[in-house]
């Protein structure tokens, strides 16, 4: 686990190798940022805040890049396709 911090908010973060890439994911108290590892229909059938990044292989790559999906439960707290991953993890701060 790696300590995370956006503006004033720690987030935690965790990566496991596999043999082709990494799985990555940056947890906030209300929520995960995730890689493209993650199943939205999963999340949304547990009733999870998750936001969708791809393409990245580094936690600054993934504050970077934009979100491409996220869950009903990230939708009601603001989260919205297109949106910085960055920007998403605040809102689940």
Avoid: W
């Avoid at 799985?23 to 999340?43: D, M, P, Q, R, V």
């Amino acid at each position: 686990m790696k300590k995370i911090v956006v503006d004033k908010y720690e987030f935690e973060g965790y990566r496991i190798p596999t043999q082709s890439a990494n799985i990555l994911l940056i947890k906030g108290k209300h929520g995960f940022l995730g890689c493209g590892y993650f199943s939205i229909e999963t999340a949304n059938k547990l009733q999870e805040t998750v936001a969708i990044v791809t393409g990245v292989q580094t936690f600054d790559d993934m504050l970077n890049a934009k979100v491409v999906n996220v869950s009903a439960g990230a939708e009601k707290t603001g989260i919205v396709k297109g949106m910085s991953g960055r920007d998403a993890l605040l809102k689940m701060a």
